[in-house]
């Protein structure tokens, strides 16, 4: 039997069977995370940032996701990344169904799947074995609650009996290791600070007791081995800078003391073992990206950010 073991970031290792490291790269603190489409100031965008996690380093993908579009969603598992949904112009069919999939090992782009139904503006978590696309809008511009459901070994899709608390779209996704959660959006009442939880284990639903500390759409999420954050959005103040914290022991939630760098939403979030990061935003497009590290919850804001301003991203890490 293969032994896989995680490894906390810096540790050397060695030793390590032939083949193990580029089959199993979301065990690594020097893996890479990804910012996907989006809307810079040309339009809606197929680019594809990937930022090495080792010493934050950018680079821009030669091949870049299927199609233009905005208001996507992305999650990893261990070994590949996904980005699904979002809108293209209405020419070009509006909400969308497609789910892209890149290997994380070389990179290589291939359309695996499409949502259940076209949706744009939805959320996605995460885990190693399979991961859900949640809300959006459709292209009548009614509201969603469904809930897809892809098993990573063979791509497969299910739709959940069960699915959002509500109608939403804009809302925001990051998952612990047992459960994915989606936080905030907007419903046809208005902002929400509703926090769903659904195990993987049996896809049941349970919606928290508390939420997030105020009502947001256009938030973005991420999430260390131990806790899970949600960045970002506007309220009822307009943007915020925002960064609640859920401690999955108990899912808790405080309040970061140090919030983005900036007010933002339309920002997207991915993580490594060591730091979360919250990319881009707009209107008043932005090409930041802030680092949090998960040992002390404290922010930097990387030298380099993304290679154009761009809001109505996607993020995504191995899982």
Do not use: C
């Not at 598992?77 to 969308?96: H, I, K, L, M, N």
């Not at 399979?130 to 791509?155: H, I, P, R």
């Not at 939880?197 to 049996?202: G, H, I, M």
């Amino acid at each position: 039997m293969t032994r896989i073991e995680r490894f906390q970031p810096g540790t050397k290792v060695t030793n390590w069977a032939s083949g193990s490291i580029a089959a199993n790269p979301g065990y690594f603190a020097t893996g890479s995370g990804y910012f996907a489409g989006g809307n810079d100031v040309t339009g809606k965008i197929t680019r594809v940032d990937k930022f090495s996690f080792a010493n934050d380093s950018r680079t821009t993908l030669g091949t870049g996701i299927s199609t233009d579009r905005k208001g996507l969603a992305g999650m990893g598992s261990a070994v590949a990344g996904y980005a699904g949904g979002g809108e293209r112009d209405s020419g070009q069919g509006g909400a969308q169904t497609t789910v892209d999939r890149w290997l994380f090992s070389n990179d290589t782009m291939s359309v695996v799947s499409t949502l259940s139904v076209a949706r744009k503006a939805i959320a996605a978590a995460g885990s190693t074995v399979t991961g859900y696309f949640a809300g959006g809008q459709l292209n009548s511009n009614a509201l969603s609650s469904v809930v897809d459901k892809y098993t990573f070994s063979n791509d497969s899709r299910s739709a959940l009996g069960t699915g959002l608390s509500g109608t939403r779209y804009w809302s925001a996704g990051m998952a612990s290791t047992v459960a994915a959660y989606f936080g905030g959006g907007e419903s046809s009442g208005g902002k929400v600070a509703t926090v769903d939880r659904f195990l993987f284990s049996d896809d049941s639903r349970t919606t928290l007791g508390t939420g997030l500390s105020a009502a947001v759409r256009s938030n973005a999420g991420m999430a260390s081995a131990v806790a899970g954050y949600f960045m970002g959005g506007t309220g009822s103040g307009g943007k915020t800078t925002t960064v609640d914290r859920f401690l999955f022991s108990n899912d808790s939630r405080t309040t970061l003391g140090t919030g983005l760098s900036a007010t933002t939403y339309y920002n997207a979030g991915m993580a490594s073992d060591a730091a979360g990061y919250s990319g881009g935003g707009g209107y008043s497009n932005v090409d930041t990206v802030d680092r949090f590290a998960f040992s002390d919850d404290s922010r930097t804001t990387l030298g380099t950010g993304l290679s154009t301003a761009t809001y109505a991203l996607a993020g995504v890490a191995a899982s």
